[in-house]
């Protein structure tokens, strides 16, 4: 530890000896023997005493990190499978940090909203944003958003979400390749989404098919589900907790697996690429803070999810809400998503895919 009490003695000394030192090495102030020199000496060892005290305070709230219950926004709806792996990864952090997490759902604008929330809060890590990486890759280019990747400090990713394309039971499309026919020639079929990815799949199958399908926006999964099921759109591209129970229910009717693997639910029904179409979309979901969150916090909650990330228990349950557990750290994790940005963004382009007004 350093001697406050002689550190200042020396201030004190080298202004005393002010007059002693060349023009061009003096202080700034007026000589200390002048009438105003003791308020003078008094203002500058306050200034040298802040600095030194305040330091350590600041080090030590970073080490203490955290003290108090820890908000997580996600940036869609409750019940779809973004807020369900939030949820999850948020038991497993709070099992090791030792402090609560109340998770909050700030859906809308096709996940935008939850982000720019964050970005704009206190930069001391008691408030995570859960960001979808077509969030960063895909929408900026769709529309315009409150927010950039320079906004945030990207903590780590925790998972990747499945695309399948779904429609209802005695929908008349039984393989894809009636869904394609019937919006040929001029016609159109909406479709209903929550999220740039979920709209992204049809769009890329449209352009890639000479096929035309409308979008309907939806805040949530379960929302869009609800568009289908009361016949607002004609097909959706959903993540699999969003079907799940009407797809066993038979209700509803899995076309096609929109990632590169089929979904293991359903091991007879073929991916877009086996079907002949160069179709195939994951997305990873991960955890951000304000920009000038202290690196050791950062830190500190990057740890945290990976200590959640590793346990059984939670890699289980992401697979029971049809997520794929994964783990990657922050850096990695941002110039993943520097990358895709401009992966997407050519696909955006090479498809002919609006932007969403």
Not at 77 to 85: A, N, R
Not at 285 to 309: F, H, N
């Amino acid at each position: 530890m350093f001697n406050v009490k002689e550190k200042a003695r020396k201030m004190l000394t080298v202004i005393d000896n002010n007059d002693a030192l060349p023009m061009n090495a003096r202080w700034v102030a007026p000589a200390c023997r002048s009438g105003r020199s003791l308020w003078f000496r008094l203002l500058a060892v306050l200034t040298f005493l802040n600095g030194m005290l305040l330091a350590p305070v600041v080090i030590a709230q970073s080490a203490a990190f955290p003290e108090k219950t820890i908000n997580m926004v996600v940036n869609f709806g409750s019940g779809g499978v973004t807020d369900l792996m939030s949820r999850e990864l948020a038991r497993g952090m709070e099992a090791d940090l030792g402090s609560s997490i109340v998770v909050f759902n700030r859906p809308g604008a096709l996940g935008t909203l939850g982000p720019g929330y964050v970005a704009k809060q206190a930069a001391d890590g008691y408030t995570l944003a859960v960001v979808s990486a077509s969030v960063i890759t895909i929408t900026p280019h769709l529309m315009d958003v409150p927010f950039g990747l320079d906004d945030l400090t990207f903590v780590a990713g925790y998972g990747k979400n499945r695309y399948g394309l779904v429609v209802k039971a005695d929908s008349p499309y039984q393989t894809i390749d009636d869904l394609i026919k019937a919006s040929q020639g001029g016609k159109s079929l909406f479709f209903g989404s929550p999220s740039t990815t979920n709209s992204l799949v049809i769009f890329d199958l449209g352009s890639k098919s000479k096929s035309k399908f409308e979008l309907i926006s939806y805040k949530s999964g379960p929302d869009t589900t609800m568009g289908l099921l009361t016949g607002q759109v004609a097909v959706i591209a959903p993540n699999p907790p969003d079907v799940m129970s009407h797809l066993k229910a038979g209700t509803l009717r899995l076309l096609a697996s929109a990632s590169p693997a089929r979904w293991p639910e359903f091991p007879n029904v073929p991916t877009l690429k086996e079907s002949g179409h160069d179709v195939a979309l994951e997305a990873w979901v991960g955890i951000a803070v304000p920009k000038a969150t202290p690196s050791a916090v950062v830190a500190r909650l990057e740890k945290s999810i990976q200590v959640a990330m590793s346990q059984p228990a939670i890699a289980a349950s992401f697979v029971r809400i049809g997520a794929d557990p994964a783990y990657m750290d922050g850096k990695t994790y941002t110039e993943f998503l520097k990358k895709e940005r401009e992966v997407m963004g050519r696909l955006i382009k090479e498809s002919g895919i609006p932007r969403i007004q």
